[in-house]
């Protein structure tokens, strides 16, 4: 599963320079929560990072630090990088470089296991949460775009004169990281993050959370497309910093920002990860009983632009696949609930191939199971599969 080093991609661009400056000191006492924002090389989105970055400073201005610090890695090039803390004082922000990396290895387990161990010696806290900005394509492998089809299907980023969405990573296989080497990275550390939250393309999917269900409590993120802007930090920032993070808020607020957006397509969820196992089990059983044949797949909700269909919402799979057993499907969807307890949408979603396209049924989540597309041609060696087959 892949993480295209693209973060968030904000519309509006404010290439305003880091003011930094200095390496100074930073204070060894533990705080209580460290936020990271990681941002690695995205290929187009670094305007759009400064912005997101401008953003966040802009809730911290408003509401303050008092026991959370905030890190941020930023690709400044294909081939440098900083990671920088932001501080405020009456109400002004400023960043302060902690350190800086030539060529760092952000898409292999030990590049990357060496910038979470930064993030946590700089600024040590009890409970760590995690913003990983780029471009995103769910759990799709590195290896699909390496080597495409013989069709050579187009990714959603690939499209111009149409408005820019993001995923997770870079537009080429060298800048993109696995969905596993992330998580295997933050076991390596020891750390397991109050939320990651993916300011990138289709990584709310099942197969992605599920790969992360030890390394996060939840996980934040879009069904579909997300246009370039991204997250809404301005407005969610005084959520994401709270020492109980207001999921409900969280959702809310992204769908009133983007209800009124210039393009007002969007769509959120929170998925509690404590619960994966036990949804797993229960799939386990429903996929020893039912199964679906090839006229149904047509008619369940897709979240996507792509033909065939790469990501199917999660809910109504399920409930295409127990078909009449009503008790089957009531437990199913009281799981599913506690799974998926926050989430929001507008009236339609994005998508790069196809423009705007009707969400008529939503759970938050999507699920690849049923994809005939070649890009989800591995769909079987992934672990959501395994554990659920």
């Known amino acids: 599963m892949k993480l295209i080093h693209l973060l968030p991609i904000l519309l509006v661009i404010g290439l305003s ?34 912005q997101n970055i401008e953003d966040m400073e802009d809730a911290i201005s408003r509401r303050g630090l008092d026991k959370e610090r905030v890190i941020v890695f930023l690709s400044t090039s294909s081939t440098e990088a900083e990671l920088f803390e932001i501080t405020v004082n009456n109400g002004t922000c400023t960043r302060q470089i902690l350190k800086e990396y030539t060529r760092p290895a952000f898409t292999t387990e030990e590049g990357l296991t060496g910038i979470l161990n930064d993030m946590e010696s700089f600024a040590p806290a009890k409970t760590y949460s995690l913003i990983v900005g780029c471009h995103g394509m769910g759990w799709l492998p590195v290896a699909q775009s390496k080597a495409r089809a013989t069709t050579k299907p187009r990714y959603h980023w690939e499209y111009s004169h149409t408005p820019l969405t993001r995923f997770f990573g870079g537009l080429t296989a060298e800048y993109q990281t696995e969905v596993t080497t992330l998580a295997e990275s933050l076991s390596n550390c020891g750390l397991k993050m109050e939320y990651i939250l993916f300011d990138d393309c289709y990584m709310s999917s099942l197969e992605v959370a599920y790969d992360l269900r030890h390394v996060t409590r939840h996980l934040i993120a879009c069904p579909t497309e997300i246009m370039v802007y991204g997250m809404p930090y301005s407005h969610i920032g005084e959520y994401l910093l709270a020492e109980n993070p207001d999921y409900s808020a969280i959702c809310q607020t992204f769908y009133q920002f983007y209800s009124s957006y210039t393009y007002p397509y969007g769509t959120i969820a929170v998925t509690d990860c404590s619960r994966l196992d036990e949804l797993a089990l229960l799939m386990k059983d429903i996929h020893s009983r039912y199964s679906l044949d090839d006229s149904q797949t047509a008619s369940i909700q897709r979240m996507d632009g792509y033909s065939p269909v790469i990501f199917y919402d999660f809910g109504d799979y399920v409930r295409a696949l127990c078909g009449d057993d009503a008790e089957q499907l009531t437990q199913f969807e009281t799981l599913l609930e506690q799974v998926v307890p926050y989430k929001a949408h507008t009236e339609k979603y994005f998508t790069a191939a196809r423009g705007p396209l009707p969400i008529e049924r939503y759970s938050g989540i999507t699920t690849s199971a049923p994809s005939t597309n070649s890009l989800a041609s591995s769909y079987s060696q992934t672990s959501w599969y395994l554990a659920t087959h």
């Open 17 to 50: 320079c880091l003011t930094s400056c200095q390496k100074e000191e930073i204070p060894s006492a533990n705080s209580e929560r460290t936020l990271f924002m990681y941002l690695p090389w995205s290929t187009n989105l670094t305007s759009y990072f400064y």
